[in-house]
């Protein structure tokens, strides 16, 4: 669903200025420790690996003007990716029109030189006489890099103004939040050769061809090596739509080594996301995150929601609000030591931070981190659905324990359902006579009637009687 048409508005198109060797991002709109600011800048200094990052900024941007579940629509209407500056790094990010890839590209102090990096979150942009000039350049140019306009622009005022007008769909805001969650309950998988990464990669279809459809829905590694498998094994990742790694093979020649993250799997799991990540020359890292399914994007995913239900969920994220500094990497359990919080409350408050883009999810890490995304805050309900609908039930009395681990949970439109808690399902998550439930089985997070079971207490508390919204919630 579009939500609304944005405008980005940049001083001049970024441009790569061939005639004194220097890449000029632009930027619009964002956040600093200032403030909000219309065109702030990050850097000025230079890039040590220019034709690696080139390459990898243009991977970037590919994942943005792509729609992988239908290729017919791909560049009709491309987001500008988000920069995040901090800890003396750059990330750039960008999620797929259908929300199903998330892609970034992770500098670190090793690829830049010579500048020092601000801090805050912004658009950049990335045109396509840019793109054009990008292809071209070789690996013996030293390329400048500047992230914002000139000083004397930000200054005057002086420069010639650019506006480009895009849809913006929630799905693709909301797609943030799901995707630093889901990373953050993954493991390493994987750690393969820059050869091995090479030879596999090099067999999938590319987007678009008549091939990409097919591909192995699961792999694992052995003996150094990845193959296909037709279904799950402990340690396998889900490779669902092969062709939507396409973009790694802007950087393919250059990679030095490729990991897999994903969850724990059985015999018997469903489709997972998966991320796969290349590490390059300066400690560059182009990382992408595929949902479970090609017509499946993160932004219906459902990870958020248990941890938005939490009834100290707001006023924890308001307080971590306020200790956060952008900072590049955080760490959770000296932010609960901080915040005087349990480490399960502080990622719980994290998560409500995601929900608004201000925080992601650094895999390599391990590790949140501090961003700003450009756009409007405070957007968490308006996004989750079922989160509202919860709410709306329990403030309607309609939450009844029936018991230890079982309630009972009645609609507005007076329909009857029965909630039976994680400690007595199979799958060890809420299980409801719902239909969502029989569709889906908690693979993309709980209904409705499962989020107002747990923001009224009812399976902790015991018996309820409507009105009674669990004023003893299981803290």
Same mark, same amino acid.
């Given at each position: 669903m579009i939500a609304a048409t944005t405008t980005y508005t940049y001083r001049a198109p970024s441009a790569l200025d061939a005639a004194v060797h220097v890449l000029a991002l632009q930027t619009c709109g964002g956040r600093t420790p200032a403030g909000a600011a219309a065109n702030p800048r990050f850097f000025d200094g230079a890039l040590t690996e220019p034709e690696v990052s080139a390459a990898?900024? =243009?991977? #970037?941007?590919?994942?943005a003007s792509a729609r992988y579940h239908d290729p017919r629509l791909s560049g009709s209407a491309s987001l500008d990716p988000v920069v995040t500056a901090g800890g003396g790094r750059l990330r750039f990010e960008s999620f797929s029109g259908c929300c199903g890839v998330h892609a970034r590209l992770d500098v670190p102090p090793d690829g830049l030189? @010579?500048?020092?990096?601000?801090?805050? $979150? $912004?658009?950049?942009?990335?045109?396509?006489p840019l793109r054009d000039a990008l292809g071209r350049l070789t690996a013996r140019? %030293?390329?400048?890099?500047?992230?914002?306009?000139? &000083?004397?622009?930000?200054? $005057? @005022?002086? &420069?010639?103004?650019?506006?480009?007008k895009v849809p913006l769909p929630d799905r693709w805001i909301r797609g943030f939040a799901e995707t630093s969650v889901i990373t953050s309950r993954f493991g390493l998988r994987a750690e393969l050769s820059a050869a091995?990464? =090479?030879?596999? =990669?090099?067999?999938? %279809?590319?987007?678009?061809?008549?091939?990409?459809?097919?591909?192995a829905e699961w792999v694992v590694a052995g003996h150094g090596r990845l193959r296909g498998t037709s279904r799950p094994v402990p340690g396998a990742v889900c490779l669902p739509g092969p062709q939507r790694l396409t973009a790694l093979r802007r950087v393919l020649r250059h990679a030095r080594g490729l990991r897999l993250y994903g969850p724990p799997v059985t015999a018997r799991s469903p489709a997972?996301?998966?991320?796969?990540?290349?590490?390059?020359?300066?400690?560059?890292?182009l990382t992408l995150t595929l949902?479970? &399914?090609?017509?499946?994007?993160?932004?219906? &995913?459902?990870? #958020?929601?248990?941890?938005?239900?939490g009834p100290d969920v707001e006023a924890d994220a308001e307080l971590l609000s306020v200790l956060l500094a952008w900072d590049a990497r955080?760490? $959770?359990?000296?932010?609960?030591?901080?915040?005087?919080?349990t480490v399960e409350r502080t990622r719980a408050a994290l998560t409500r931070l995601g929900a608004d883009g201000r925080v992601g999810h650094d895999l390599a890490a391990d590790a949140f981190f501090h961003r700003e995304l450009p756009f409007v805050p405070g957007r968490a309900e308006h996004h989750n659905p079922r989160l509202r609908a919860a709410r709306a039930i329990v403030a309607a009395g309609g939450v009844r324990g029936l018991g230890p681990g079982l309630a009972q949970v009645t609609t507005a439109e007076g329909r009857t359902h029965?909630?039976?808690?994680?400690?007595?399902?199979?799958?060890? #998550?809420?299980?409801?006579?719902?239909?969502?439930?029989?569709?889906?089985?908690?693979?993309?997070?709980?209904?409705?009637?499962?989020?107002?079971?747990r923001i009224a207490g009812a399976t902790e508390t015991g018996p309820t009687t409507p009105g009674d919204t669990g004023t003893t919630q299981n803290r």
């Open positions: 990898a900024l =243009l991977a #970037v941007a590919d994942v030189d @010579g500048g020092q990096v601000g801090r805050g $979150t $912004t658009n950049v942009d990335v045109n396509l140019e %030293p390329l400048g890099l500047t992230v914002g306009p000139d &000083e004397l622009a930000v200054r $005057t @005022g002086g &420069e010639r103004i650019v506006e480009k091995e990464a =090479l030879r596999f =990669l090099r067999t999938l %279809p590319r987007a678009g061809s008549g091939n990409a459809s097919r591909g997972q996301a998966a991320a796969w990540e290349l590490s390059l020359p300066g400690g560059l890292r949902s479970p &399914e090609t017509g499946r994007g993160f932004s219906g &995913e459902g990870a #958020v929601l248990d941890d938005l239900a955080i760490d $959770t359990a000296g932010l609960a030591a901080e915040a005087g919080l029965r909630v039976r808690g994680e400690a007595g399902t199979t799958r060890g #998550v809420p299980a409801c006579t719902c239909q969502w439930w029989a569709e889906h089985e908690g693979r993309r997070g709980p209904c409705s009637h499962a989020l107002a079971v």
